[in-house]
C-alpha cells in the first residue's frame, strides 16, 4: 500500500535534547512538508521540500532542522533551540508543490517534554 | 497572522440535513483552495478543492462555494451521515495555509 509514514506515534523529551521526528513516503512523491498543530490552531508549516537536497523554511522554522537525502525520507529534528516543543507534528507529500495537487498526511507525532 | 480563518470550532447537526462548514481568507492572491477531513488519531486526508475561476465545484455529497469577493469559502454536506463526523480543515494551497478546523458531529 501506498502512503506516508510518521513515527514514532509518541515521543518524549527531556529539557535540552535534540529529538528526531521520522517520516517516510513511498508515493514518488517530489515535495514533502513538516507542520506544527496546536491546540485551537491551523497547521502551521515549519519546512518544505520540493526535491532531494533541497528544503525552505516555513513560517515558524526556528528550533526546527531537517535533510532530504533521499526522496522518501523527510526527517525533522527538534533541537534544544526549540523552546516551546509540545505538539503534534505532522508530515506530508505530495506529487509537487503546485496548488492543484493534494498533500497526503502521515498520522502524526506527538512530542510531548518531560 | 491568521491569513485563513475557520471561525466555528465545532458544528453539530442531525443525520439527513445539510451541514455547512464555513471558511474565510484575508489575502486576495491566495487562488485554489482545498478541504480536508481528519478522524481522529489518523493524518488529515483531501476531500475536494476548487479554484478561483470557479465559484463551485461538487463531488457526491459535497460542494464547494466560492465567493472571491467575500473572501469566503463554504463546504456544503448533503445529506450528512454519521460517518462524516469529523475535523474539516480549509487550506490556501500553494501557500501552505491552513485553518483551525471545524469539528462536525452529525447525529443519528
Known amino acids: 500500500d501506498g502512503g506516508i509514514t510518521q513515527s514514532p506515534k509518541y515521543l518524549f523529551r527531556k529539557e535540552g535534547q535534540n529529538v528526531t521526528l521520522s517520516c517516510e513516503q513511498n508515493?514518488?512523491?517530489?515535495?514533502m512538508y513538516w507542520y506544527r498543530q496546536d491546540p485551537g490552531q491551523g497547521l502551521r508549516l515549519i519546512y518544505y521540500?520540493?526535491?532531494?537536497?533541497?528544503?525552505q523554511k516555513g513560517d515558524i522554522a526556528e528550533g526546527y532542522s531537517v535533510s532530504r537525502e533521499k526522496k522518501e525520507s523527510f526527517p525533522l529534528t527538534v533541537t534544544s533551540a526549540q523552546k516551546n516543543p509540545t505538539a503534534f507534528y505532522l508530515c506530508?507529500?505530495?506529487?509537487?508543490?503546485?496548488?492543484?495537487?493534494?498533500?497526503?498526511f502521515g498520522d502524526g507525532t506527538r512530542l510531548s517534554i518531560l | 497572522d491568521q491569513q485563513v480563518k475557520q471561525n466555528s470550532p465545532s458544528l453539530s447537526v442531525q443525520e439527513g440535513r445539510i451541514s455547512i462548514l464555513n471558511c474565510d481568507y484575508t489575502?486576495?492572491?491566495?487562488?485554489?483552495f482545498l478541504w480536508y477531513k481528519k478522524y481522529p488519531a489518523e493524518g488529515p486526508t483531501f476531500l475536494i478543492s476548487?479554484?478561483?475561476?470557479?465559484d463551485k465545484n461538487e463531488d457526491g455529497r459535497f460542494t464547494v462555494f466560492l465567493n472571491k469577493s467575500a473572501k469566503h469559502l463554504s463546504l456544503h454536506i448533503v445529506p450528512s451521515q454519521p460517518g462524516d463526523s469529523a475535523v474539516y480543515f480549509c487550506?490556501?494551497?500553494?501557500?501552505?495555509?491552513f485553518g483551525a478546523g471545524t469539528r462536525l458531529t452529525v447525529k443519528p
Open positions: 487550506a490556501a494551497s500553494e501557500e501552505m495555509r
Open positions: 506530508a507529500s505530495s506529487m509537487s508543490k503546485q496548488a492543484n495537487q493534494p498533500q497526503h
Open positions: 521540500s520540493q526535491i532531494v537536497n533541497d528544503f
Open positions: 476548487i479554484s478561483s475561476i470557479k
Open positions: 489575502n486576495s492572491m491566495f487562488d485554489y
Open positions: 508515493l514518488n512523491h517530489d515535495a
